[in-house]
């Protein structure tokens, strides 16, 4: 399904994180997924959060620049190729994937994925059942 | 409206006549009473019935911002101390403070100057003045408070700073005139986006700004967002304070209360006066001060001079918006930076703004440039691919633009300190 993504810029500098997190506690807000794309200077802290415009909201009070992004959330059963199977489905039909993240437990592998299309993305991925 | 039509509008000739007069004047004045200019006129062989017109003026001997330190506090002053009505002093961040004194007289004339300047602006005696400069010390706030009451304008004496306090004002008062540093003004208007103020309903139309060096970039961007027309102000404490010049609706350039302060071009390396239209370092003399005149003081601000006809009807010389300042330009790599051209380079990109910030350093023996550049909306991306992008685009508009290589370095929203006072642009770790 699609769902939706909180990014946020953040310096790569010690306590920066610390301070994001501590404005998502101070709201409530509980964080389901995370990944952090860094260079040498500056990082994108994304995000899947339990109330996406709130969090957003509290950041941006507190002068962060933050992006919400459609983003497809997929689970695949947690065997060798499952993944292969799905990605090569999307890039048969010319889809590409920016960057994902995610982990698997209990025999499911959890998956977030931002790509060129997330509307066609869905679709391939998953067909409705007739 | 032209506030003091025969000083404003008077033909060179007889502005040549009256500049001689005074000129005259302020040189026995300054011989009888300061011994600083006695010694130096006597050294140089001038007595004050040598000075015959305002030519003579290039014979005289220059006053730098050291010799007020030398003289600190009131070896300058020309009046005795009974007849000093206010002091006035720089911030002394660099060395001790410079202090300039007023006599009632020089009071009059500092407000006749800045009435002039927001008459020059189009406000009238309808309109209500938010001085948003510093009070104090600081020449900003009193100046424009003066000015403003002498229009017969109301004045909201707010200062700077407290900015939703302004922001309150403003819609509360609904004041039309707005007197601040320009670096403040686009902090007041980012800060009325982000409290989702509505511009065009707020009664604000005109912007009386100055104290830093600014462009018309700028300029453009402040009257875009906050829907008013802006003026550039320029003064310093050292000759009145602000109202030395002002901007006109002709926009091309600003007029000088020449009448009170005759202004020379020099070349800031060999101090030979150079031709009107020539760029280079601001120099003034004051014709009618009392408490502290000053000959020939250097400001080091860069600028020419026009005294071609001006659409607006005024005739009163103008001076070049200040594109930087002689002890401001960076020498990187042998190459000269001011920090006026990145900011002119950030706001030719959409997705910059013109919060920033240099870093100067050395690397062994090469020199960097650092460019801090807050993070926009517009340019913030959750692909790193997308921002690398942004900061490459900026990267190289700047480079272009400077000629020599930077570091650019996006940084967060807010980071940079936003100035309530000057703005704080450079910081050089060479020295």
Known sequence: MIIQQLSVFIQNESGRLVNVTEILYDAEINISALSIAETEEYGILRMIVSDTEKAAEALRANSYKVRITDVICMITPDVPGALNKCLKSLATEGINVSYMYGYSNGGKARLIMKTSDPERAAEILFPPIN | ?431
């Open chain 2, 1 to 431: 409206m032209i506030w003091n039509e025969p000083k404003e509008c008077m033909s060179r000739d007889e502005m040549h006549h009256l500049q001689s007069a005074r000129f005259k004047s302020v040189i026995n004045r300054v011989y009888h009473n300061v011994p600083f200019y006695r010694k130096k006129m006597q050294q140089i062989g001038i007595e004050p019935t040598d000075i015959q017109t305002i030519e003579d003026i290039v014979s005289l001997p220059f006053t730098t911002k050291q010799d007020l330190r030398d003289n600190y506090p009131f070896g300058l002053f020309a009046s005795p101390k009974s007849e000093v009505v206010r002091f006035h002093a720089s911030s002394g961040t660099t060395g001790k403070p410079t202090v300039v004194g007023y006599t009632r007289k020089d009071i009059e004339i500092f407000s006749e100057v800045v009435a002039r300047a927001l008459a020059c602006a189009g406000a009238t005696k309808e309109d209500t003045v938010q001085v948003a400069f510093g009070y104090g010390l600081f020449t900003g706030g009193l100046g424009l408070h003066y000015g403003a009451e002498k229009l017969g304008a109301a004045v909201v004496p707010i200062s700077g700073g407290n900015t939703s306090k302004q922001l309150q004002l403003l819609q509360d008062f609904g004041s039309t005139v707005l007197a601040s540093t320009p670096s403040y003004a686009a902090h007041l208007s980012e800060s009325m986006t982000e409290s989702g103020i509505d511009a065009s309903k707020l009664p604000l139309r005109i912007g009386i700004f100055g104290a830093e060096p600014w462009t018309p970039a700028l300029r453009k961007k402040i009257e875009e967002s906050l829907e008013i027309t802006a003026f550039d102000i320029y003064g310093l404490s050292e000759i009145i304070g602000p109202g030395v010049a002002v901007s006109c609706k002709a926009q091309d350039g600003l007029h000088i209360a020449e009448d009170h302060f005759f202004p020379e071009i020099v070349s800031p390396e060999t101090l030979q006066p150079l031709d009107v239209g020539k760029t280079g370092e601001l120099v003034f003399t004051t014709l009618t001060k009392e408490a502290m005149p000053l000959l020939r003081y250097r400001t080091r601000d860069l600028s020419s001079l026009n005294d071609s006809p001006c659409q607006c009807g005024r005739s009163n010389i103008r001076m070049a918006k200040i594109y930087g300042r002689s002890d401001d330009m960076l020498i990187i790599r042998g190459v000269n930076v001011f920090p006026s051209q990145v900011e002119s380079a950030l706001l030719e990109i959409p997705e910059a703004k013109p919060h920033y910030q240099l870093i100067v350093d050395r690397q062994g023996t090469m020199d960097t440039l650092e460019v801090q550049v807050e993070i926009d909306d517009k340019c913030f991306s959750d692909e790193l691919v997308q921002l690398s992008q942004i900061n490459k685009k900026i990267k190289h508009h700047i480079e272009s633009i400077l000629g020599i290589s930077v570091i650019l370095k996006l940084v967060e929203h807010k980071t940079i300190q936003r100035s309530e006072g000057k703005a704080r642009r450079v910081i050089d770790r060479r020295v």
